[in-house]
């Protein structure tokens, strides 16, 4: 049995990023760029109006001033106007301002007569001029290589002119579980039978990390079922199987992986729950056999399969992300595993809750975060503890 870091190091260790490909912006959400990217742009791209109104210069423009107005300024063309003391443009959200402008009164403060208006309210300079660059300087770097394209990260992409961006390569992955106590959802259940939760679970997970999904399989414990599903399933990127990994008469997994050619690099590591993980290879296919408990499966992938994806997919961060928390109760670890304890985060607090067995699905199901204490460790009622979030 290795530590988790071991293993989390050697399966690092043995994954290569996939090849970048170019894609639209539309279909790089939840995707990594394969490169920095700077502004080529300012942001605003010209000094405009944030309110329907009259543009004027503040400094001659104090309550009840009247101003002719000499015209008007839409958004979508610049018509380049310029305005003299005593004189206003009428102008719109998003138009240039005119020369000679520094201000926007909105409308809702201007009385309009005619040809003119009058101003209500007194007036500061640069009120409601959106200016040139004051978001987002030209050269600024608005993504990192490795970085997760969000969907505020494809508008800007979209604000700059881009139509396409760069990303890490797609990884395309299988879902085999296995059991022959196991059935799929929908269909009828005899005694002892129990419904697989463990394919849907994974699909979420993978999807969650933005691997695509090619093929979702049951199979039963047949060796000669299970060589056929393994088979289809390292023509992707990474397999993935549940269940039957372990050691007894009926996990069959293993032998299975070994009679096909893979090289099985790790098995079992010190990790609560999950130990019986299983990580191989074979020639572009990362396999890894997670234990069929579904919390085992759940916290098996976020620690270990996740990373491995997030790496071949380029990303510059594998970490779930943290977040510190006031733990509510008294938690120590005197097992010889680290252990990751199902909670909630909730105002600021973290509270183990529901079951903490490896089969608690319902307990996991109203979990949001993992707090994992190490081996000998003992975490006191009302301490800041980091937590992992995972919902
Ligand atoms: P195994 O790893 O095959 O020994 O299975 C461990 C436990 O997980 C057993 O109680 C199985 O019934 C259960 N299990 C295995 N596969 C699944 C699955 N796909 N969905 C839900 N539970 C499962
Ligand atoms: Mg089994």
Redesign the pocket.
């Given at each position: 049995m290795i530590s988790e870091e071991e293993a989390l190091n050697r399966i690092l260790d043995a994954i290569s990023p996939r090849p970048e490909q170019k894609v639209r912006l539309s279909d790089a959400l939840d995707r990594f760029s394969a490169y920095d990217v700077v502004a080529r742009l300012p942001l605003p791209m010209f000094d405009n109006s944030g309110m329907d109104g009259y543009a004027v210069l503040a400094s001659a423009s104090k309550k009840g001033a009247r101003f002719r107005v000499i015209g008007e300024q839409p958004a979508g063309i610049d018509r380049q106007l310029r305005i003299f003391p005593g004189e206003t443009v009428r102008v719109f959200t998003g138009a240039p301002i005119p020369t000679g402008a520094d201000a926007v009164v909105m409308q809702e403060d201007c009385t309009r007569e005619g040809d003119e208006v009058v101003v209500n309210v007194d007036v500061d300079p640069g009120e409601f001029v959106r200016r040139r660059g004051c978001d987002l300087p030209e050269g600024q770097k608005i993504l990192s290589r490795g970085g997760r394209i969000r969907p505020a990260t494809i508008a800007l992409l979209a604000s700059q002119g881009f139509a396409d961006v760069t990303i890490g390569g797609e990884v395309n992955t299988a879902i085999v579980s296995?059991?022959d106590?196991v059935v799929m959802p929908g269909r009828k259940l005899d005694q002892g039978q129990i419904y697989d939760s463990n394919s849907i679970l994974l699909q979420a997970l993978l999807h969650r990390c933005g691997a695509c999904v090619r093929v979702v399989e049951h199979c039963p414990?047949r060796g000669e079922l299970l060589i056929e599903s393994i088979r289809r399933g390292i023509k992707n990127q990474v397999l993935v199987i549940t269940?039957?990994v372990s050691v007894g008469e009926?996990?069959l997994v293993q032998t299975t992986l070994r009679s096909l050619g893979v090289e099985i690099d790790i098995w079992r590591v010190a990790i609560k729950p999950g130990k019986p993980f299983l990580f191989g290879q074979i020639n572009e296919c990362a396999v890894f056999g997670l234990p069929?408990n579904p919390v085992s499966a759940f916290i098996t992938f976020l620690q270990f399969v996740r990373p491995a994806i997030l790496k071949m997919m380029g990303a510059n961060d594998f970490d779930l992300p943290k977040t510190p928390a006031k733990l509510t109760v008294d938690l120590s670890n005197e097992g010889d595993r680290p252990h990751y304890v199902r909670g909630r985060i909730e105002n600021g607090t973290f509270a183990p809750i529901g079951r903490q067995e490896s089969h608690a699905l319902f307990g996991l199901s109203r979990s949001n975060a993992l707090l994992r204490v190490a081996v000998g460790e003992s975490l006191t009622a009302g301490e800041i503890v980091d937590v992992q979030c995972c919902c």
């Open positions: 296995t059991g106590e414990d269940g039957g009926h996990d069929g």
